[in-house]
């Protein structure tokens, strides 16, 4: 989770993503920002994040998309 929060404050570092829970629904993560994080992601934990799951309730917050990450490191 350190890791993802380290991924988003590179983006956002105005942000306190410890407790922030609508990103993308308040317009802080736009589309750009999503791809990077794809990418790091990527880059960082050799996960894919499949166009399916790239869904606004998967980013709209670090816990949500630290989910996403072990959900799909788990399968």
């Known amino acids: 989770m350190d890791k993802i929060i380290s991924m988003l404050r ?3 570092p105005d942000i306190d993503f410890e407790t922030a829970e609508a990103l993308v629904d308040d317009g802080i993560l736009d589309s750009m920002d999503i791809v990077s994080l794809v990418t790091a992601i990527y880059d960082e934990f050799d ?3 499949p166009a399916d799951r790239i869904l606004p309730e998967n980013f709209n917050s670090a816990a949500a998309l630290g989910k996403l990450v072990n959900e ?3 399968e």
């Open 10 to 12: 590179e983006l956002h």
């Open 47 to 49: 996960v894919r994040i």
């Open 72 to 74: 799909l490191i788990d």
